[in-house]
Nanobody
Framework: QVQLVESGGGLVQPGGSLRLSCAASVSMFSIYTMGWYRQAPGKQRELVAVITSGGSTNYADSVKGRFTISRDHGKKTVYLQMNGLKPEDTAVYYC???????????WGQGTQVTVSS
């Protein structure tokens, strides 16, 4: 079972930056595709970015060019660098781990990101 712990959320002004981190307690981090999702009040949870074990990435159109997902296999951590933040980025951000070739997945507890002046 994978346990995920997110950190790095907070309040930031429009145009600012934040970096989210998600530490995974798992023996084989490399067999998981890692992702970041977000859920704004009254909206469904949506994919923000995903990164495979090999480093291939995919982003939601709304964050392309502003957000960067990365992973550190030695630290078993996935990051989301968020630049040029907008008020519409305000949401709870969740880390996700999905085991390759299975339906198993795990979620973190979420971290709040608020973009406001």
């Amino acid at each position: 079972q994978v346990q995920l712990v997110e950190s790095g959320g907070g309040l930031v002004q429009p145009g600012g930056s934040l970096r989210l981190s998600c530490a995974a307690s798992v023996s084989m981090f490399s067999i998981y595709t890692m992702g970041w999702y977000r859920q704004a009040p009254g909206k469904q949870r949506e994919l923000v970015a995903v990164i495979t074990s090999g480093g291939s990435t995919n982003y939601a159109d709304s964050v392309k060019g502003r957000f960067t997902i990365s992973r550190d296999h030695g630290k078993k951590t996935v990051y989301l660098q968020m630049n040029g933040l907008k008020p519409e980025d305000t949401a709870v951000y969740y880390c996700n781990a999905r085991r390759i070739a299975t339906t198993y997945e795990s979620w973190g507890q979420g971290t709040q990101v608020t973009v406001s002046s």
